[in-house]
């Protein structure tokens, strides 16, 4: 129901993770990773959605269960440092070329609107931090969040719009996934076509 194709998870490189089972490297990530995550348990029967840095590294994996919201994600003492983001590593190149970001809550939601925008990349979170916002700034001028329509969400949205170049839009509904799980590909794209044109600025476009 959310459409995620096989080109997908070839594409991002998703899995399904039953048992971890991973080696002590004597790394302070390894240490955080036995104590925050219970030596992997809180990543087991989940479907994994890996996290890379703009040079393909994987710096992270964010596990959701199927059946219920429930998710985890760990990221190394690396990606804190930096900034992270789910979708970043194959929308780069987007990125840069139309000099624009699209930001969502939700590595689904990323994936989900990266059919028709394929500058789009995955907080994780509900809140845009400084190392986030210096990594995309790096690549880009300008910076469009789509955050979730809840209280989080909205005060996030809040928050990121106090720093330069950074807009927002509205779908009118929960986030994208849930968007397109309502129209479906065809209206979706054609949906999300005609919210552009909502957005203010005349650095806009060619998507």
Known sequence: ?????????KKYELGYNKIISLSNDGSSDWGR???????GAKFENKI?????NERGKVIGISGRDIESKEFKNFVLDEGKYTGFFFGLYDALPFIYERNCAFVVEG???SISL????????????????DAQYKLLKFYCDYIVVIFDSDNTGKYAE???LERDNVFSLSLGYK???RCLECLGPNKFSQFIMKKLKEIPGDFLWSI
């Open 1 to 9: 129901s959310r459409y995620i194709t096989d080109e997908d998870i």
């Open 33 to 39: 990773f036995v104590d925050e995550c219970k030596k």
């Open 114 to 129: 990266s059919k028709v925008i394929s500058n789009s990349v995955a907080l994780l979170t509900a809140g845009l931090n």
């Open 48 to 52: 994994i959605f890996p996290l890379k």
């Open 158 to 160: 809040k928050r990121a």
């Open 107 to 109: 590595a689904i939601d």
């Open 175 to 177: 986030d994208p996934a």
